[in-house]
C-alpha cells in the first residue's frame, strides 16, 4: 500500500503528495480540505491521534496511536511508515517463537551476513590475483585466467550484495530491535513511539543550528516519548559534504551521532548556543547573536557561547549549569546545545564504530550483553534529561 493510500484510510482528510507539485513539500502531510481552498496547511504525523485528528502512525505500518496535541518535528516521511512487506513477513514468522528460538535465529542470520561477506572479500583478492598473473606468461590456462576472474569478481560483488542487502540487513535489524530495543524503550519511557527505519528530516536538523549542513544526509533510529512527564524527540543523524572534480572525490563528515529535541518546563526568549571549536560554524539567522565570555575560564575555553540577549545567556548559564555541561563533556566528549524558547535541542558525536541501538555484527549475539547495550543507549536519553534540568529533579 502506498503513501497515499495508507493515509487516506487512516484518516480521510490527510494524504501525501508523491511529488512538488503547487509548492508542495515531498513527503509531507496535507489537510485535503485545506488544499481545496488553495491555503495549503501542513499537519504534523505525530500529532494525529484518536479525538484529535485521526489515529497517528504506528510502528510497523500498523497505524497505531502516535503523540497527539503538540507540534514536533517528526520523522522523515521518505521512506514511508514502518518497515517493508519482507520484514514484516519475517517478524510474523517469529509470532509466537520463544526468546530462546529468536536469539538462534539471529545468530543463524548474523553468521550468515559474515559468511558472505568474508567469502566476497576473498574472491575479490583472488580476483586481483589472477589478473595481476594473467600477464606474466603466455599459456592458454594463464590467459584464461582473466576470464576465471572476472567470473570470480562478478560472483563476489554478488555475495556482498547479499550479505549487506536491504532485505538481509532489515530482517537482522527488525529481529534485533524487536527482541532488546524496543522493550527497553517501553520500560523506560512513556507515550512512545519508535521507527527504526526513519528519523529527522534534514529541513528539521538544518532549523536545529546545532551543526553545518552538507549535501548526503541520513537519520534512523528515531524515537519521539515522555521522559518523567516531558516530551523529547531524538534521532541518529549523519551528515557529509562530498565534492568531486571529476578526477577524484572526498567525503567529509560533519557529523556523525545523535540529536535530540527537549521541551523544557521552562522558556527563555532568546536563543543561546553552545559550541564546541570542533564544530563551530555560524548558521543563517535573522537574529544578531553576541559572542560571550562566562565567569567560567575553563568553559570559555572548552566552548563558545552565542546569544540572541545576553541577559537570557547569563539568567540560563550559572555555575551550575555550566558545571553540568562540562560534565556531560567529560562523559560524552562533545556535546553540542542550542536553548531557543522552551526547547533544548542537543547533539552528542558518536564516538564508537556502531550506530545508537544497532548489533555488533563481530561477536555473537548475547542477551544479557546486548540488552546491557540497549539500556546504555536509552539512558543516554535520560541522563542528558536530568543534568540539563530537564525534567524535575526527585
Not at 46 to 64: A, C, D, K, V, Y
Not at 227 to 252: A, L, N, P
Request: charge should be positive; proline fraction near 4%; include cysteine.
Amino acid at each position: 500500500m502506498g503513501f497515499r493510500n495508507f493515509f487516506n484510510e487512516l484518516n480521510r482528510d490527510i494524504y501525501v503528495p508523491a511529488n512538488k507539485r503547487n509548492g508542495l513539500v515531498s513527503g509531507q502531510f496535507y489537510r485535503t480540505n485545506s488544499l481545496r481552498s488553495g491555503r495549503p496547511q501542513r499537519v504534523d504525523p505525530l500529532s494525529l491521534r484518536n479525538g484529535m485528528g485521526g489515529p497517528g502512525i504506528g510502528m510497523n505500518g500498523t497505524g497505531g496511536p502516535g503523540i497527539g496535541g503538540y507540534n514536533g518535528f517528526g520523522m522523515n516521511g521518505t521512506r514511508g511508515p514502518g518497515n517493508s512487506k519482507f520484514v514484516s513477513k519475517k517478524m510474523a514468522d517469529m509470532n509466537g517463537k520463544s526468546l530462546s528460538e529468536k536469539l538462534a535465529e539471529l545468530e543463524r542470520m548474523r553468521k550468515k551476513h559474515n559468511l558472505l561477506m568474508v567469502s566476497g572479500i576473498a574472491a575479490i583478492v583472488i580476483f586481483i590475483l589472477l589478473v595481476m598473473f594473467s600477464g606474466t606468461s603466455s599459456s592458454a590456462i594463464i590467459m584464461a585466467l582473466p576470464l576465471f576472474g572476472t567470473i570470480l569478481g562478478v560472483t563476489a560483488l554478488i555475495l556482498i550484495a547479499r550479505s549487506g542487502g536491504v532485505s538481509s540487513q532489515d530482517d537482522f535489524k527488525a529481529l534485533y530491535k524487536s527482541i532488546f530495543v524496543e522493550d527497553v524503550l517501553a520500560n523506560k519511557f512513556q507515550n512512545l513511539f519508535y521507527s527504526w527505519k526513519t528519523g529527522f528530516p534534514d529541513m528539521a536538523v538544518s532549523s536545529f543550528n546545532l551543526v553545518k549542513m552538507g549535501n548526503r544526509f541520513k537519520s534512523e533510529d528515531y524515537i519521539c516519548a515522555t521522559y518523567k512527564g516531558v516530551r523529547f524527540e531524538t534521532s541518529d543523524v549523519t551528515i557529509q559534504q562530498h565534492t568531486s572534480t571529476g578526477k577524484s572525490s572526498h567525503t567529509t563528515t560533519y557529523f556523525r551521532g545523535r540529536m535530540f529535541v527537549f521541551y523544557m518546563p521552562k522558556t527563555i526568549q532568546a536563543s543561546v548556543r553552545i559550541t564546541p571549536d570542533a564544530f563551530i560554524y555560524t548558521p543563517a539567522s535573522n537574529r544578531r547573536f553576541e559572542k560571550l565570555d562566562l565567569e567560567n575560564v575553563y568553559f570559555n575555553k572548552q566552548y563558545n557561547v552565542y546569544a540572541s540577549d545576553p541577559h537570557y545567556a547569563f539568567y540560563l548559564l550559572t555555575p551550575s549549569m555550566m558545571e553540568r555541561i562540562l560534565y556531560l563533556k567529560g562523559k560524552y566528549g562533545y556535546i553540542i546545545l542550542n536553548f531557543e524558547a522552551d526547547r533544548v535541542f542537543a547533539a552528542v558525536p558518536m564516538t564508537a564504530a556502531r550506530d545508537t541501538f544497532d548489533a555488533d555484527m563481530s561477536r555473537a549475539i548475547d542477551y544479557p550483553t546486548d540488552r546491557a547495550k540497549a539500556e546504555a543507549d536509552a539512558n543516554v536519553i535520560c541522563d542528558l534529561m536530568e543534568v540539563l534540568e530537564a525534567v524535575p529533579r526527585g
